[in-house]
């Protein structure tokens, strides 16, 4: 089949290398893609994805980032009679508004902290009494793991109401492990993928701002068997239930004392959850894709290697503030244990240079978390930008728990 990916960072890069290598897929599409994703698949400008799709006679769609599912790509594929894996745009603002994804989550009875919603700096002011510092504070749209802030002290509050855009969420503090859950899900069922860990903070130690994410790993020991079933029987087969979702549901979860719960909704994979995650999938990638767009998945449709993989993000200097860019990207074709997914590079005369916030993701399998996180590293000390920065200390809370 004809494939076509949209979108243009890491992620994407990730989705075209594994779907490139599906023995289903004959022709392999990207819209915009990168440099990286050029040396798997055709590269596209074209940011009308329904005439490119019928131009190049596309069987199958896959939408990477959340941007274009808001704006309702996937209702318009359905409408001109196309398969695309995806939510419609009224289910993509389960991410797109976190006043309706808390609204929703009350509505099902689906566990999540408890919130309050404030129109303007004196409502979150009077709200501050019903709550306990640290305190959460997040804007209701889209912001690219950037809106939310935990505040220690009220002052710290005080401070951020003056640069927060409102209306915004106050919630309580949940204490305990992040784990990305994402499943795949056709309008009716839904099928789990492995689970993950992001690293959102800056910094090593998790400290200094949130940023989209400086690195992930995945491996099959995060979650117990119970946990999963659990997870997608109380938290993501509830929302496919009621809204009928197509395409990848990414529960954000806290492991809290008490059970999971659910900090925030995706509606596509996580970036840079899918950089390890398509490392560890053993089965051809469109078939299953083109089975949740049928409406027609099965538990057999997913299969993993056991092995983990940890992806360490390689960021320009400033992010996630201001970021200096162009800078010549050197050692990309070194060789180590793993493979290099190019987010924000571009193709120039002189070479590929840096050109966004998150650069590169450098990715590897092992066959202990340890091994794999040694691999990655490998690859990370072979490539040199200006500026670049990393953290050192991806997956290392993940050995810690293995002890
Ligand atoms: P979100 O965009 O809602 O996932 O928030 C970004 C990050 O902020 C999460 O990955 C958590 O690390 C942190 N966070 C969000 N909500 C809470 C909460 N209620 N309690 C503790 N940490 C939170
Ligand atoms: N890595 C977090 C996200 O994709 O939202």
């Given at each position: 089949m004809k494939v076509l990916v949209i979108g243009g960072g890491g992620r994407e890069h990730a989705l075209a290398w594994r779907l490139a290598q599906?023995?289903?897929?004959s022709e392999l599409h990207c819209a915009p893609g990168n440099p990286g994703s050029a040396s798997v698949a055709k590269c596209h400008l074209s940011s009308d994805y329904v005439v490119l799709a019928e131009s190049l006679g596309i069987d199958l769609t896959v939408v990477g980032p959340e941007a274009p599912l808001v704006a309702g790509v996937v209702d318009k594929f359905r409408a001109a009679g196309r398969y695309i894996v995806g939510p419609t745009a009224q289910n993509a603002a389960l991410e797109g508004s976190k006043i309706y994804s808390k609204r929703f989550m009350e509505k099902l009875g689906i566990p999540t902290a408890r919130f309050e919603t404030v129109g303007s700096p004196d409502e979150a002011r009077a709200a501050f009494a019903g709550f306990r510092f640290p305190l959460v504070l997040k804007t209701d749209?889209?912001?690219?793991?950037?809106?939310?802030v935990i505040a220690q002290t009220q002052a710290e509050a005080e401070d951020a109401l003056t640069q927060l855009t409102y209306p915004l969420v106050m919630e309580e503090f949940l204490e305990g492990e992040e784990v990305s859950f994402i499943a795949l899900c056709d309008g009716k069922t839904a099928v789990a993928l492995e689970p993950s860990q992001d690293?959102?903070?800056?910094?090593?130690?998790?400290?200094g701002p949130n940023t989209g994410g400086m690195g992930a790993y995945s491996h099959s020991?995060?979650?117990?068997p119970e946990q999963r079933s659990h997870i997608l029987e109380a938290i993501i087969l509830p929302v496919v239930h009621a809204t009928s979702f197509t395409g990848f549901l990414y529960a954000g979860l806290m492991m809290t004392a008490s059970g999971p719960s659910v900090l925030e909704f995706n509606v596509r994979m996580g970036d840079p959850e899918t950089q390890p995650l398509m490392m560890r999938l053993d089965c051809d990638w469109a078939e299953a894709l083109m089975a949740s767009a049928r409406g027609a998945?099965?538990?057999?449709d997913l299969r993993w290697k056991p092995q983990p993989a940890t992806c360490v993000v390689l960021a320009s200097a400033g992010y996630p503030g201001v970021i200096e860019s162009h800078k010549l990207i050197t050692g990309l074709d070194a060789k180590f244990k793993g493979e290099v997914f190019h987010a924000g590079t571009r193709q120039t005369h002189d070479g590929i240079v840096t050109a966004g916030g998150r650069v590169l993701g450098v990715t590897a399998l092992g066959d202990t978390l340890q091994a794999s996180i040694h691999n990655a590293y490998a690859g990370v000390r072979q490539i040199q930008f200006d500026g670049m920065q990393y953290r050192k200390d991806i997956g290392v809370r993940g050995l810690r728990r293995l002890q």
């Amino acid at each position: 089949m004809k494939v076509l990916v949209i979108g243009g960072g890491g992620r994407e890069h990730a989705l075209a290398w594994r779907l490139a290598q599906a023995p289903s897929v004959s022709e392999l599409h990207c819209a915009p893609g990168n440099p990286g994703s050029a040396s798997v698949a055709k590269c596209h400008l074209s940011s009308d994805y329904v005439v490119l799709a019928e131009s190049l006679g596309i069987d199958l769609t896959v939408v990477g980032p959340e941007a274009p599912l808001v704006a309702g790509v996937v209702d318009k594929f359905r409408a001109a009679g196309r398969y695309i894996v995806g939510p419609t745009a009224q289910n993509a603002a389960l991410e797109g508004s976190k006043i309706y994804s808390k609204r929703f989550m009350e509505k099902l009875g689906i566990p999540t902290a408890r919130f309050e919603t404030v129109g303007s700096p004196d409502e979150a002011r009077a709200a501050f009494a019903g709550f306990r510092f640290p305190l959460v504070l997040k804007t209701d749209g889209l912001a690219a793991g950037k809106g939310v802030v935990i505040a220690q002290t009220q002052a710290e509050a005080e401070d951020a109401l003056t640069q927060l855009t409102y209306p915004l969420v106050m919630e309580e503090f949940l204490e305990g492990e992040e784990v990305s859950f994402i499943a795949l899900c056709d309008g009716k069922t839904a099928v789990a993928l492995e689970p993950s860990q992001d690293h959102k903070r800056i910094f090593d130690n998790d400290e200094g701002p949130n940023t989209g994410g400086m690195g992930a790993y995945s491996h099959s020991g995060l979650l117990t068997p119970e946990q999963r079933s659990h997870i997608l029987e109380a938290i993501i087969l509830p929302v496919v239930h009621a809204t009928s979702f197509t395409g990848f549901l990414y529960a954000g979860l806290m492991m809290t004392a008490s059970g999971p719960s659910v900090l925030e909704f995706n509606v596509r994979m996580g970036d840079p959850e899918t950089q390890p995650l398509m490392m560890r999938l053993d089965c051809d990638w469109a078939e299953a894709l083109m089975a949740s767009a049928r409406g027609a998945l099965t538990g057999s449709d997913l299969r993993w290697k056991p092995q983990p993989a940890t992806c360490v993000v390689l960021a320009s200097a400033g992010y996630p503030g201001v970021i200096e860019s162009h800078k010549l990207i050197t050692g990309l074709d070194a060789k180590f244990k793993g493979e290099v997914f190019h987010a924000g590079t571009r193709q120039t005369h002189d070479g590929i240079v840096t050109a966004g916030g998150r650069v590169l993701g450098v990715t590897a399998l092992g066959d202990t978390l340890q091994a794999s996180i040694h691999n990655a590293y490998a690859g990370v000390r072979q490539i040199q930008f200006d500026g670049m920065q990393y953290r050192k200390d991806i997956g290392v809370r993940g050995l810690r728990r293995l002890q």
